[in-house]
């Protein structure tokens, strides 16, 4: 599959956070305190991810993964401490910020290619770019012949290829993905994150990616944070660089890192 690089937005469009200069994005989690009525869900949790990282976070049912993520998107307003987005506070959603959920929320009225042009528009891309980058995407996801089929008429992990390629279009600074490829079957979701890792070297972004699997975990993050029960963080884990030519350090890391995860993961579901 080739990449054609599609570009990054050059305009201005449904912004509400000012643009920064550069590309992937750093993100800052400080102190970090989030409250759902009388229950504490996440406890004075602080994270640095760095621009371009892949930072995998994983945790036991219920530990919060996705209410960081959430507040990490601009979705939800902390109680206490903040999130920064290269430096700036996170108040709101911003389009340089995407996300990717597991549950299918493409429109079901539009076709595959207006679902990623409708995600292009959102992001400031020009009408003129548009479709060119429209049929990169599609291309780059195996789904050129489907531009014009509607959600319903493509097979599951199908359609999370199209959702892949909105996330993705239009080059977003940070990319939120939560459990994005949980839905699908071993061979779809292999070839999803081989796709995902394909994409993100071409188009370096940052990435938080939720996921229970912990082969998923150490085959995309380039460090894999393991939340404990209660919302704070039990293990930070750096998995070695996918640099290398024949992946050897990463296999030699991944062991270790993979011992690490599961013991984390254990000691969190005793403690519960
Ligand atoms: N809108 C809500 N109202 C009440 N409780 C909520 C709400 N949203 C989340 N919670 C609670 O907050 C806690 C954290 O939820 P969250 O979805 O962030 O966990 P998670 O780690 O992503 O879980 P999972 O792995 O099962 O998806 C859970 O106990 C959940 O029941």
Redesign the pocket.
């Known amino acids: 599959m080739t990449i054609e690089s599609p570009g990054r937005a050059t305009s201005t469009a449904m912004a509400s956070e000012p643009e920064a200069a550069s590309e992937a994005m750093s993100i800052e989690v400080r102190d970090l305190g989030i409250d759902?009525?009388a229950?504490t869900?996440?406890d004075d949790l602080s994270l640095t991810i760095g621009a371009g990282e892949i930072l995998v976070?994983t945790?036991?049912?219920?530990?919060?993964?996705?209410?960081?993520?959430?507040a990490i998107a601009g979705l939800s307003t902390p109680r206490r401490g903040q999130i920064l987005a290269d430096g700036r506070p996170v108040t709101t959603t911003s389009r340089d910020r995407a996300m990717v959920f597991q549950e299918d929320v493409l429109l079901p009225w539009r076709t595959v290619a207006r679902n990623v042009d409708l995600a292009l528009r959102l992001r400031g891309v020009p009408k003129t770019e548009r479709r060119d980058q429209v049929d990169s995407w599609l291309s780059e996801v195996g789904l050129s012949d489907f531009r014009d089929y509607l959600p319903r008429s493509l097979s599951g992990g199908m359609r999370q290829r199209v959702q892949l390629a909105r996330g993705l279009a239009g080059a977003p600074r940070a990319v939120l993905m939560?459990?994005p490829f949980g839905a699908l079957d071993a061979q779809t979701r292999h070839a999803m994150q081989s796709l995902l890792i394909r994409t993100l070297d071409a188009h370096p972004t940052t990435v938080v990616f939720?996921t229970?699997d912990v082969e998923e975990a150490l085959a995309l993050g380039d460090r894999v944070v393991v939340?404990s029960a209660h919302?704070s963080i039990r293990e930070d884990i750096a998995i070695g660089s996918r640099d290398t030519s024949d992946g050897t350090d990463r296999r030699e890391h991944a062991d270790a890192a993979r011992a690490r995860i599961l013991n984390a993961l254990g000691e969190t579901r005793s403690r519960k």
Do not use: A, M, N
């Open positions: 759902i009525g229950s869900i996440l976070l945790g036991p049912s219920g530990c919060g993964k996705s209410t960081l993520l959430r939560d459990e939720v229970h939340l919302g």
